[in-house]
Nanobody, 123 residues
Framework: QVQLVESGGGSVQAGGSLRLSCAAS????????LGWFRQAPGMERSFVAS????????RYADSVKGRFSISANNAANTVVLHMNNLKPEDTAVYYC????????????????WGQGTQVTVSS
């Protein structure tokens, strides 16, 4: 059973930076994609970024391109989301997710989820 544990997050002013980490355990043999999604109050969960655990094939939502970057450490089974130039509209609970589907970006394609971590950006 895959377990995902997020860390990082917190509160920052607009223009600031935060770093989210996700540690995965219980991964069996196979190619995994790890991703980040976010959900603001009253909104649906939306895709932020994803990457293969091998470190290739990073993908981003248009709203975060040029500001966020995702990286993977295959040996440690961790994924990091670097968030720069944060905006108030980035405020949400951020979730780490895992799937065996390469290049996945839809929430429905991810079958393992972390508990989420809050990111709050004030203006």
């Amino acid at each position: 059973q895959v377990q995902l544990v997020e860390s990082g997050g917190g509160s920052v002013q607009a223009g600031g930076s935060l770093r989210l980490s996700c540690a995965a355990s219980g991964l069996s043999f196979g190619v995994y994609t790890l991703g980040w999604f976010r959900q603001a109050p009253g909104m649906e969960r939306s895709f932020v970024a994803s990457i293969a655990l091998s470190g290739f094939g990073d993908r981003y939502a248009d709203s975060v391109k040029g500001r966020f970057s995702i990286s993977a450490n295959n040996a440690a089974n961790t994924v990091v989301l670097h968030m720069n130039n944060l905006k108030p509209e980035d405020t949400a609970v951020y979730y780490c997710a895992a799937t065996g589907f390469a290049g996945a970006s839809r929430a429905v394609d991810f079958d393992s989820w972390g508990q989420g971590t809050q990111v709050t950006v004030s203006s």
